[in-house]
């Protein structure tokens, strides 16, 4: 297959789970891929196993010039990006006595900022290279609100407004933006993610993960290929009349 031939793709948070998903299924369509996740030694191993024309790249999203320096050694080698996947992305949960400033900027500088600024870093390239592809990663968690986790819902709400907001403005470049919200998706997060419901909705380690898979209309949680599938389409040629729109990777859990 071969509907990202010739494209250069950067994505973030690559070395695993989506993000490395992604990777590959770029790959396999024939992108040259940047593996770029501040887990240097994951993503030159994500990296070798893609062979010659992926390449690691160190980048904290959170660092400015970490993402400047990224990019450019992905402009450096390739010539330019054209594809760009917005994946970096982190989840905390807490209730409202317990929010702290830490983890508010935490959450915001990378699931936020770091969208932002990794945009900010490649459109001029893009511009130039007379157009270009952005997929960012929000959820459905970004469709809704849910109890505990006041701050990673407003984060990815948040994706998906700066989705909206910027194909507009990057419309005439022939840069098109948009986003996936996948649903719950059985990644290593998981566990992190299942641990903190254990604490704070008092069930037992592997329940949360259980239900949320149950509670799903297709009846199973997802898995990072599904994602990784639409993250291609969007980066295609298919998509070129497609623009500031949040696709559901979800199994029917949101209906929009």
């Known amino acids: 297959m071969s509907r990202l031939q010739g494209k250069v793709a950067l994505v973030t948070g690559g070395a695993r789970g989506i993000g490395g998903a992604i990777c ?135 994706v998906i407004s700066i989705t909206q907001s910027l194909a507009l403005e990057l419309a005439k470049d022939k840069i098109r933006v948009n986003a996936i919200a996948p649903g719950v998706i059985d990644t290593p997060m998981w566990a992190h993610v299942d641990a903190l419901f254990a604490k704070y909705e008092n069930k037992a380690v592997g329940q949360k993960r259980r239900e949320v898979g149950e509670a799903v209309p297709l009846g199973y949680m997802g898995a990072p290929d599904d994602v990784a599938e639409p993250a291609v389409f969007l980066a295609s040629e298919g998509a070129r009349y497609i623009t500031a729109q949040t696709l559901n990777v979800d199994g029917g859990n949101w209906m929009s």
């Open 24 to 158: 590959r299924a770029y790959a396999a369509e024939g992108a040259k891929v940047a593996v770029a996740d501040r887990l240097i030694e994951d993503a030159q191993e994500a990296a070798s196993a893609l062979g010659e024309n992926a390449m690691a790249v160190a980048m904290d999203v959170t660092d400015l010039d970490a993402i400047a320096e990224g990019v450019a050694a992905v402009e450096e080698k390739w010539g330019g990006v054209d594809v760009l996947v917005n994946n970096a992305g982190i989840f905390n949960m807490a209730p409202i006595e317990e929010v702290t400033v830490d983890d508010y900027r935490r959450q915001y500088d990378v699931n936020v900022a770091g969208t932002i600024f990794a945009i900010q870093a490649v459109v001029p390239g893009m511009k130039k290279r007379g157009g270009g592809a952005i997929i960012n990663l929000s959820s459905q968690a970004g469709r809704r609100g849910e109890p505990n986790i006041t701050l990673y819902c407003s984060t990815k709400a948040a």
